[in-house]
């Protein structure tokens, strides 16, 4: 009887990819973790207990076929590993290493549950498609047959590039337009390199070229063409801009020099380290070197924030965020991460104003968490009298993002949103009421994870597949 190659979860420990220690990874933009080698990837995938309801399966927005792609790993079929993972996950390279699983599949595990450590679902999700890159596995589209239907897509973050994948397979003629000059969006310019480092994007964007899909990069929808060119254009049009526009944060001296937007900030950075020349670092405007650092934030934009400013080489970086750590929005992992490269956490504090013409310092509040809000989540409360000064030579606000005014920007004052600005589109295909109009992503859900608009790009192209199919059907009558 041959030996049973699962469930070892009992006699193997959980066990993460090597991370490099923190005084080595703080000088460069590399990822921290090292990849499995081929023996531990195929150990650590044995641990998985191979549940008749799994959980990770369930937990994961894509409904991943996790159990079988562990049970081939563990088992040294990576190919077809790969084959089963590449079916659910447009990027399953990406969501391997930017997904917080430790809130999604690993966190929903059935072992992690029963005390005996979660499978590294997300590690193990790396290697295999990391595999599949270097073996040539990984090929540009080839349709079967190319169809006369064409879509063209705003946006060329993870929705809509997990759009135009799925309609490319299909045969539809596929148009990206994008504001920037490289495809990936916050890939590309809003993660930093040491949690997904730039050729892996660039890679899923050279396929996606081989492939047939057009990208119209440096395009300003509203500006260099409008809305109504592309509608007219296609046969279907997908919004998949994201949200952009940073929250503000008021109060006195909110409009001093050395206060940045995250974002801002962050996509410096990142053209820093593809090697394009960055007028505003090398100002300082949007420099960390040397400076006391206070982001202001709790969520993983404020995680990215610190964590850059460390490897600009600050002299010091603090996090102002008020709630306490249970109750911060961004993943414990990169907050444990921070924390190791040596930044410090103000827990319970919050923002009221700033000091000095050039920004010198941060007026405190302490805070304290009162009665739940309407989410359930406990309240922050000012504590009377126990303001100070937080000194500061940069401060970045990374306080979230929300829609910009897409009917005005676009001149569609027909477009529905709701009363956020996000628009109004059925969340199961993303058509709103324009027809022929489609939306996915944060544009619809707000601030969202990059796993959930590729499951809301999957969705809507299946939907506008349906909806040609159908057409095609009618005409044939």
Not at 314 to 328: G, I, P, Q, T
Not at 462 to 473: G, S, T
Request: charged letters at 25%; a negative charge; aromatic letters at 6%.
């Amino acid at each position: 009887m041959a030996k049973q190659p699962m469930l070892k979860f009992v006699t193997v420990e959980r066990d993460m990819p090597e991370k490099r220690s923190a005084d080595v990874r703080n000088d460069d933009f590399l990822e921290i973790y090292a990849p499995f080698i081929k023996a531990k990837a195929e150990e650590q995938a044995s641990r998985c207990s191979q549940c008749g309801v799994p959980y990770c399966q369930s937990h994961c927005p894509l409904h991943n076929n996790i159990p079988d792609w562990l049970n081939m790993t563990a088992t040294g079929r990576l190919e077809e590993a790969y084959a089963i993972s590449q079916a659910t996950n447009t990027f399953p390279e990406i969501c391997g290493r930017i997904c917080p699983q430790d809130r999604l599949c690993e966190g929903g595990c059935v072992i992690e549950n029963s005390g005996h450590g979660t499978v590294t679902i997300g590690a193990v999700e790396k290697y295999i498609t990391d595999t599949a890159w270097e073996n040539g596995w990984v090929k540009p589209i080839t349709p079967l047959a190319e169809r006369a239907e064409s879509v063209g897509i705003i946006g060329a973050g993870p929705g809509g590039l997990a759009a135009a994948d799925m309609l490319r397979r299909a045969g539809v003629q596929v148009t990206v337009y994008d504001r920037y000059d490289r495809a990936g969006g916050l890939l590309t310019y809003g993660i930093p390199g040491f949690k997904l480092e730039k050729d892996v994007v660039m890679k899923r964007n050279t396929q996606l070229t081989d492939s047939g899909v057009t990208l119209k990069l440096n395009c300003n929808v509203g500006e260099d063409i409008s809305f109504d060119e592309i509608r007219a254009a296609h046969d279907a049009v997908i919004i998949a801009t994201g949200v952009y526009k940073s929250r503000d944060l008021g109060g006195p001296g909110a409009g001093a020099k050395g206060i940045v937007k995250a974002l801002d900030y962050l996509t410096a950075s990142n053209r820093l380290n593809f090697g394009d020349t960055v007028p505003e670092y090398d100002s300082g405007e949007l420099n960390a070197d040397g400076k006391k650092v206070v982001v202001i934030g709790g969520g993983d934009t404020a995680m990215d924030c610190v964590r850059t400013a460390i490897r600009q080489g600050a002299e010091s970086v603090k996090c102002l965020y008020r709630r306490d750590r249970a109750n911060m929005p961004g993943s414990q992992r990169e907050t444990q991460n921070a924390e190791e490269e040596g930044v410090v956490f103000e827990w319970l504090a919050a923002p009221k104003g700033f000091t000095g013409d050039a920004v010198d310092g941060v007026m405190v509040q302490r805070m304290r968490l009162g009665a739940p809000d309407a989410s359930g989540r406990q309240s922050p409360e000012v504590i009377e009298g126990a303001d100070y000064v937080e000194e500061a030579d940069l401060v970045i606000k990374a306080l979230g993002f929300e829609p910009e005014d897409l009917p005005t920007l676009w001149n569609q004052p027909d477009l529905p949103v709701t009363r956020w600005g996000t628009v109004k589109a059925e969340f199961t295909t993303g058509a709103t009421d324009l027809d022929g109009v489609y939306a996915v992503g944060d544009i619809v859900r707000g601030a969202s994870l990059g796993v959930w608009a590729i499951r809301d790009g999957r969705d809507c192209a299946e939907a506008i597949l349906k909806k040609f199919d159908a057409a095609k059907a009618v005409a044939a009558e």
